[in-house]
């Protein structure tokens, strides 16, 4: 199995490191080939030059039923090249398992000898893993679609839920445009200007940005103080930028990537998910969310569609509408029954669905039939 270091940040590390800890199974002896790690251009060549040199003697040491790779798109796809190449050529069958989110910039608007490229190493690959309806659907325009998968990420379950405040928001992931981090200072603003209205109909024309920064509070008040945490890696000063330009600085907070027992208490503190994404597949954070009863609020692209139903499981609405986005945050802070009620009803949805162990069953069916075949 091709994977990423253990400590890169990202959903691939994340689903990877879910096999390592609780296992795939009895049935299967598994190698792990550590590819790629955080770090510089120099580090990232040096972990993937060692990789192929371990990958190629592993090949020449045993006689492995299958390879699985974990890829995306983009400098992933390059990276993944060698050893889709070693295995093909020794006859070894293929998993790709795809993670990728940005497929229109990696094949649609490729060149020509680009897509020949991209077809033939995909030709090489007995199966094709997907996240999603959506996601099977895109990659057939590369490989027929007999030969794509479809394996959703899981969510390790957690004991309990959170009990964190209504008015704690998360947000975990990468921070950038493609997570649409740059339009969450604006769906809190358009919130918090609300908050106000209801408070108070003719605060709204005398609040300045400076007269929320100054008191430290939200403009609905102390009792609808507004916390936000963003917690990720990435690009934040636009988002920096925004946030001071609307006055919310006091409100905002960066504590960098988190992981392990810092990410479980963000969790557990929060009562709110925000993830106004503009592309995804199966995104692990949204899953995670909704395992700790949190209430999301998110977008319908790639496969949050499947998780959350408007109303039921959660919100959903398009990418970049913040105007709606803030309306439904409004809403939801005052009415504290709905939000519990709601990501309840997403905590059980999860555990139904999207355990580990379901995710082991439907990546075990891919095994055998790679194998059964070989």
């Given at each position: 199995?091709?994977?990423p270091d253990r400590m890169v940040m990202g959903g691939i590390a994340s689903v990877v490191n879910g096999y390592r800890?609780?296992?795939?199974g009895d049935e299967y002896e598994i190698t792990y080939v550590e590819s790629y790690v955080n770090g510089s251009k120099f580090d990232k060549l040096k972990i993937a030059l060692k990789a192929y040199r371990k990958f190629r003697k592993a090949l020449k040491a045993s006689d492995y039923d299958l390879v699985h790779i974990?890829?995306?798109f983009g400098p992933s796809f390059y990276r993944k090249m060698p050893f889709i190449n070693m295995a093909y050529k020794r006859n070894i069958p293929i998993v790709n398992h795809i993670h990728g989110a940005e497929f229109e910039n990696f094949y649609p608007q490729a060149s020509n000898s680009k897509?020949?490229?991209?077809?033939?190493?995909?030709?090489?690959?007995?199966?094709?893993v997907v996240l999603s309806d959506e996601w099977k659907e895109k990659i057939s325009e590369i490989v027929p679609k007999d030969r794509i998968d479809i394996v959703e990420n899981y969510c390790i379950i957690p004991e309990g839920e959170s009990e964190g405040n209504g008015k704690k928001i998360l947000f975990l992931g990468e921070i950038g445009q493609r997570k649409g981090c740059y339009d969450i200072p604006d769906i809190i603003r358009r919130t918090e200007d609300t908050l106000s209205e209801d408070r108070n109909p003719e605060d709204k024309e005398n609040r300045t940005s400076v007269d929320a920064e100054d008191n430290g509070l939200s403009a609905g008040g102390e009792d609808n103080k507004l916390t936000v945490v963003l917690g990720g890696n990435g690009d934040t000063a636009p988002v920096s930028l925004k946030i001071e330009e609307f006055?919310?600085?006091?409100?905002?907070?960066?504590?960098?990537?988190?992981?392990g027992s810092d990410k479980e208490k963000l969790l557990r503190d929060s009562g709110i998910f925000l993830f106004p994404s503009y592309n995804e597949g199966m995104p692990m954070s949204v899953l995670e969310?909704?395992?700790?009863?949190?209430?999301?609020?998110t977008t319908n692209v790639g496969?949050?569609?499947k998780l959350i139903s408007h109303g039921e499981t959660g919100f959903i609405?398009?990418?970049?509408?913040t105007k709606a986005m803030a309306e439904c945050l409004s809403k939801l802070l005052n009415d504290e029954e709905l939000r519990r009620r709601i990501g309840q009803q997403a905590r059980e949805f999860v555990i139904k669905n999207y355990s580990f162990e379901k995710h082991l069953e439907k990546l075990k069916a891919v095994y055998s039939k790679v194998i059964s075949k070989k």
């Amino acid at each position: 199995m091709v994977v990423p270091d253990r400590m890169v940040m990202g959903g691939i590390a994340s689903v990877v490191n879910g096999y390592r800890e609780y296992g795939i199974g009895d049935e299967y002896e598994i190698t792990y080939v550590e590819s790629y790690v955080n770090g510089s251009k120099f580090d990232k060549l040096k972990i993937a030059l060692k990789a192929y040199r371990k990958f190629r003697k592993a090949l020449k040491a045993s006689d492995y039923d299958l390879v699985h790779i974990h890829s995306s798109f983009g400098p992933s796809f390059y990276r993944k090249m060698p050893f889709i190449n070693m295995a093909y050529k020794r006859n070894i069958p293929i998993v790709n398992h795809i993670h990728g989110a940005e497929f229109e910039n990696f094949y649609p608007q490729a060149s020509n000898s680009k897509k020949k490229l991209i077809r033939k190493i995909y030709g090489k690959c007995r199966r094709i893993v997907v996240l999603s309806d959506e996601w099977k659907e895109k990659i057939s325009e590369i490989v027929p679609k007999d030969r794509i998968d479809i394996v959703e990420n899981y969510c390790i379950i957690p004991e309990g839920e959170s009990e964190g405040n209504g008015k704690k928001i998360l947000f975990l992931g990468e921070i950038g445009q493609r997570k649409g981090c740059y339009d969450i200072p604006d769906i809190i603003r358009r919130t918090e200007d609300t908050l106000s209205e209801d408070r108070n109909p003719e605060d709204k024309e005398n609040r300045t940005s400076v007269d929320a920064e100054d008191n430290g509070l939200s403009a609905g008040g102390e009792d609808n103080k507004l916390t936000v945490v963003l917690g990720g890696n990435g690009d934040t000063a636009p988002v920096s930028l925004k946030i001071e330009e609307f006055g919310l600085k006091s409100s905002f907070e960066f504590p960098g990537w988190v992981r392990g027992s810092d990410k479980e208490k963000l969790l557990r503190d929060s009562g709110i998910f925000l993830f106004p994404s503009y592309n995804e597949g199966m995104p692990m954070s949204v899953l995670e969310a909704m395992a700790y009863g949190l209430l999301v609020i998110t977008t319908n692209v790639g496969g949050i569609p499947k998780l959350i139903s408007h109303g039921e499981t959660g919100f959903i609405f398009e990418p970049g509408n913040t105007k709606a986005m803030a309306e439904c945050l409004s809403k939801l802070l005052n009415d504290e029954e709905l939000r519990r009620r709601i990501g309840q009803q997403a905590r059980e949805f999860v555990i139904k669905n999207y355990s580990f162990e379901k995710h082991l069953e439907k990546l075990k069916a891919v095994y055998s039939k790679v194998i059964s075949k070989k």
